[in-house]
């Protein structure tokens, strides 16, 4: 075989290998998009619920009633002047996932030069090796690292980064959170959301109708006729006390946020890794393909100079 021929039938051998390895990663991936989907639906339910209970409590008593109470969760409510900012960031540990950690840090550097922050007055709070590692070529202040979070994150497993992130607003190593990650909206898309996680206010705890309907009461030129609410508030009993029901309905929204927010970035990751080995599948077919049109013509072009060669030599002879 000619040395062009057997360099081609190389490369389709080593492309058919990589295309069984990618093939394989996808459905590993889809396997574990399967499997954290189920847990993402049933936590947001529960998260909903929460919230649900949480705004209604403070609609019908102020909140400053929690902050009153000596707690570390109640102080959540509490706005201080922001001398500095944290932005707790969700990334991968890993590569092989499509455009996923790009669009997550290119998003949190432009909220950065929109707010006009500085390695100076941030903060950051990173999971995931990506994010890490990009932040400190950058030379940024990176108050706490995790990395390692697993496929299918539990509750437990996260507690600890909730109650890290909660106790270092509390100490004030930073005055306001910010939380950037990818979120899951379906198999083929996903998109970054960057938002304001503490202090909590009760704009934060709003539905998106009813935020619609602040921003258009809010329009320049509108006024409270035009704009019809419909919303009955809910009345409690409070036992033990109102201030320590919704301290302890406080620190478990504050808990749900956050590992709600992994799990939606998790979800969004094995995602974005299926999507990125199919992609990876698709163009090591289209390789393969044109890699034996060319083998095949060389091939052909092979036996036709030896044909002629042969049919010269015969007539040479004649």
Known sequence: MPASLAAVKHKIDSTKSTRQITAAMQMVSTAKL??????????EVYAEKVKQMLSDLVKSHSATSAASQDDVYAALF???????????????????????NSNILKATMAMMKKHNLTKDNTVFLTIGKTGTEFFQKRGMNIAYQYSGVSDV??????????????QMYNDAVFDELYMAYSHYVNRISSHVIIHDVLPITENSLLDEDELAQLEAA???????SDVTTAHVSA??????????IVSALVEQYAES??????????TSEHSSSANAMRSATDNADDIISTLELQYNR????????????????MTAQE
């Not at 509490?78 to 455009?99: A, C, F, H, M």
């Not at 809010?218 to 409270?224: A, D, E, L």
């Not at 946020?257 to 998790?266: E, F, P, Q, S």
């Not at 091939?299 to 010269?312: D, L, P």
């Open 218 to 224: 809010n329009q320049p030129g509108q006024t409270n």
């Open 257 to 266: 946020l956050l590992y709600g927010a992994i799990l939606d970035a998790k």
């Open 78 to 100: 509490k706005k201080r002047p922001v001398k500095k900012t944290g932005v707790l960031v969700i990334t991968s540990d890993r590569g092989l996932v499509g455009s996923y």
């Open 153 to 166: 994150p539990t509750f437990r497993e996260v507690l600890p980064i909730v109650r890290t992130a909660v």
């Open 235 to 244: 009345e409690y009993e409070f036992e033990p006390s109102d201030t320590a």
């Open 298 to 313: 060389a091939r052909q072009a092979a036996i036709t100079t030896e044909i002629t060669e042969i049919t010269g030599g």
């Open 34 to 43: 399967n499997q954290i989907q189920h847990h993402t639906q049933t936590y």
